[in-house]
């Protein structure tokens, strides 16, 4: 007669690790298998400081005029666009990923179009 068991295995973590906050880094046991800080109150830290960097970014992209970064683009981006590349650039970048892998250049393209 075989047992069927319902529900998460878990797995038990015995070794200690360093926590990854960059100010902190102290050895701690940790309880759950991806814990990754020793403590909320770091894991509070490293998540404000990522909230205001993606803050500071998005002001950033909204408040410069920004080009394409392909070398033989020189398209000025939209205020909308949170890439650093245009959609055409991309759309070829994608192309040549496919041409790459093997498919047809003739059939993608105008698949493209």
């Known amino acids: 007669m075989r047992k069927h068991f319902v529900g998460v295995t878990v797995k038990k973590v015995s070794s200690s690790r360093d926590c990854a ?8 046991m940790p309880r759950v298998y991806n814990a990754i800080y020793c403590n909320a ?3 509070k830290i490293i998540t404000n400081q990522k909230v205001l ?7 950033a992209r909204l408040n410069s005029r920004r080009t394409c970064l392909t070398k033989a683009c020189g398209t000025r981006l939209s205020r909308y666009n ?3 590349i245009c959609e ?15 498919w047809s250049e003739s059939k993608v393209r105008r698949d493209f179009e």
């Not at 960097?53 to 002001?59: F, L, V």
């Open 82 to 84: 949170e890439e650093d």
């Open 21 to 28: 906050n960059p100010d902190c880094k102290k050895s701690f």
């Open 41 to 43: 109150e770091c894991r």
């Open 88 to 102: 055409q650039c991309k759309r070829e970048r994608f192309i040549m990923r496919l041409i790459g892998w093997g």
């Open 53 to 59: 960097q993606r803050y500071y970014d998005k002001k």
